[in-house]
T-cell receptor, first 110, second 112 residues
Framework: GQSLEQPSEVTAVEGAIVQINCTYQTSGFYGLSWYQQHDGGAPTFLSYNALDGLEETGRFSSFLSRSDSYGYLLLQELQMKDSASYFCAVRGSGTYKYIFGTGTRLKVLA | DAGVTQSPTHLIKTRGQQVTLRCSPKSGHDTVSWYQQALGQGPQFIFQYYEEEERQRGNFPDRFSGHQFPNYSSELNVNALLLGDSALYLC???????????FGQGTRLTVV
């Protein structure tokens, strides 16, 4: 089957750095995406990795290791507004659909 | 740019009824996907439309059907509603060669 695993919850303080891991098992692989979703809101795109390595976008970075079927999202200089759910999503080769993980709820404390 | 817009935002239906949800994709996008998101879960793929055809379908029963119009907008229809159909229904659009999917705010469907 196809599945993605993420921690259910992570807590950190303002200004800290937090890493959210994602391991996946899919039939083929096109890329790993990360989305942020605030309560009651729409998922918003954060980053995408198709190749191994680190992608940096402002305070957010995302890493992929295809050989380990593993990726992570790194959030630096945490702010209260970063409190949200974070989803990793994979698109398998030969398919148009994204498979989402169950999400990691990030709580940022003052 | 209005982004992806969905209507209605909230809806309450009775078991056995039928519902139609609507989605207008982001300007320039021709591919529309529908997802169901239960509380505390990740979005689950229902189907994707491209060039007015259903291109791929997830593991959802035939009670779930859809349509895409020439202007790329889309509808999701659910027949014979069950209590378990209560969820947030999300529409996502993208240009076909673009990996980034833009999501709408969703329609919160409650079946009572």
């Amino acid at each position: 089957g196809q599945s993605l695993e993420q921690p259910s919850e992570v807590t950190a303080v303002e200004g800290a750095i937090v890493q959210i891991n994602c391991t996946y098992q899919t039939s083929g692989f096109y890329g790993l995406s990360w989305y942020q979703q605030h309560d009651g809101g729409a998922p918003t795109f954060l980053s995408y990795n198709a190749l191994d390595g680190l992608e940096e976008t402002g305070r957010f970075s995302s890493f992929l290791s295809r050989s380990d079927s593993y990726g992570y999202l790194l959030l630096q200089e945490l702010q209260m507004k970063d409190s949200a759910s974070y989803f990793c999503a994979v698109r398998g080769s030969g398919t148009y659909k994204y498979i989402f993980g169950t999400g990691t709820r990030l709580k940022v404390l003052a | 740019d209005a982004g992806v817009t969905q209507s209605p935002t909230h809806l309450i239906k009775t078991r056995g009824q039928q519902v139609t949800l609507r989605c207008s994709p982001k300007s320039g996008h021709d591919t529309v996907s529908w997802y169901q998101q239960a509380l505390g879960q990740g979005p689950q793929f229902i189907f994707q439309y491209y060039e007015e055809e259903e291109r791929q379908r997830g593991n959802f029963p035939d009670r779930f059907s859809g349509h895409q119009f020439p202007n790329y907008s889309s509808e999701l229809n659910v027949n014979a509603l069950l209590l378990g159909d209560s969820a947030l229904y999300l529409c996502a659009s993208r240009g076909d060669m673009n990996t980034e999917a833009f999501f709408g705010q969703g329609t919160r469907l409650t079946v009572v």
